[in-house]
C-alpha cells in the first residue's frame, strides 16, 4: 500500500480520507490535507519556505528530529511535492 501524503505540507494522510482537504464542492480532495485545503483553495498564500518553517514544530514532536535535520529534511522532500512544483 503506497503512503499518502498531503502535496503541500507533506503530511501522512490515511486512506480512510478523513484528513483530506474539501474541494469547492465539498468533494474532498485526495492531494491536500484538511489544513492546507479547503473549499477548493489554500488555507495559507505561503510560500514554501513559510511552510516549512511552520511544519518544523510539528516534525520535531516525535523527539527524533532537530530543527535542523527537520529543515533538511522538508528542504529537500517540498520540492517534489504537487503545489511546490508549480511555483
Excluded at 5 to 22: H, K, L, R, T, V
Aim: charged content about 30%; proline content about 3%; glycine content about 8%.
Amino acid at each position: 500500500m503506497d503512503s499518502k501524503f498531503c502535496q503541500s505540507c507533506g503530511m501522512p494522510m490515511a486512506a480512510d480520507g478523513e484528513m483530506y482537504g474539501s474541494n469547492e464542492d465539498g468533494s474532498k480532495n485526495e492531494d491536500y490535507c484538511k489544513y492546507c485545503f479547503e473549499n477548493g483553495s489554500f488555507s495559507s498564500d505561503s510560500t514554501m519556505e513559510e511552510m516549512i518553517e511552520s511544519c518544523i514544530p510539528f516534525t520535531m514532536e516525535g523527539g527524533e528530529m532537530t530543527e535542523e535535520e527537520a529543515r533538511k529534511m522538508m528542504q529537500e522532500f517540498f520540492p517534489t511535492l504537487k503545489r511546490w512544483k508549480l511555483a
